[in-house]
T-cell receptor
Framework: NAGVMQNPRHLVRRRGQEARLRCSPM?????VYWYRQLPEEGLKFMVY????????ESGMPKERFSAEFPKEGPSILRIQQVVRGDSAAYFC?????????????FGPGTRLTVL | DQQVKQNSPSLSVQEGRISILNCDYT??????FLWYKKYPAEGPTFLIS?????DKNEDGRFTVFLNKSAKHLSLHIVPSQPGDSAVYFC?????????????FGKGTLLTVNP
């Protein structure tokens, strides 16, 4: 059973470009979470999605960031017009449900560098 | 505003000895706590958790202690092994409401020397 998959693992963008980060949850998991880890910081919650629904996006910056989890295919975190402050590791996690005892399984992360 | 604090950025211990990693929290709504372990270039891996109705949870070499009155928890690893060398994150959640939203500390880098 493959774990949570994220691609690309490393992404380099110039200021003003768009970044698309993909996450495929574990088989059987329909709940996806995105977290961001800035340098020297802990992971911070960004958004929680179920298939075709954004459940909680309270941690997402108000502008330039969007997320989706379509009926088919991976979840996508999209950052438009990237700035240097967007450089971070972005982790996706998935779970089979939202009971607190349902462990969130994390992917290896995408390291975004904005030049 | 950091609600989960890990005040020691790093810890070094000798193989076979006990490792004690500490975590403090400020939000009294937190009632479920988790420890994650992270190797470089990998995502965090769940290690052990504890609910606020308990003050101790043990799983093999790993034990988590919770002191609710002090809003403090600690992870004990005994005996420590070189393979335990990693960054350890403390995380907290609230059962009511958004219980999926984990709040992480900044992590403690544990180095276990052979």
């Amino acid at each position: 059973n493959a774990g949570v998959m994220q691609n690309p693992r490393h992404l380099v963008r110039r200021r003003g470009q768009e970044a698309r980060l993909r996450c495929s949850p574990m088989k059987g998991h329909s709940h996806v979470y995105w977290y961001r880890q800035l340098p020297e910081e802990g992971l911070k919650f960004m958004v929680y999605l179920q298939k075709e629904n954004i459940i909680d996006e309270s941690g997402m910056p108000k502008e330039r960031f969007s997320a989706e989890f379509p009926k088919e295919g991976p979840s996508i975190l999209r950052i438009q017009q990237v700035v240097r402050g967007d450089s971070a590791a972005y982790f996706c996690a998935s779970s089979p449900g939202t009971r607190i005892s349902n462990e969130q399984f994390f992917g290896p992360g995408t390291r975004l560098t904005v030049l | 505003d950091q609600q989960v604090k890990q005040n020691s950025p790093s810890l070094s211990v000798q193989e076979g000895r006990i490792s004690i990693l500490n975590c403090d929290y400020t939000n009294s709504m937190f009632d479920y706590f988790l420890w994650y372990k992270k190797y470089p270039a990998e995502g965090p891996t769940f290690l052990i958790s504890i609910s606020s109705i308990k003050d101790k949870n043990e799983d093999g070499r790993f034990t988590v202690f919770l002191n609710k009155s002090a809003k403090h928890l600690s992870l004990h690893i005994v005996p420590s092994q070189p393979g335990d060398s990693a960054v350890y994150f403390c995380a907290a959640a609230s059962r009511g409401g958004s219980n999926y939203k984990l709040t992480f500390g900044k992590g403690t880098l544990l180095t276990v020397n052979p």
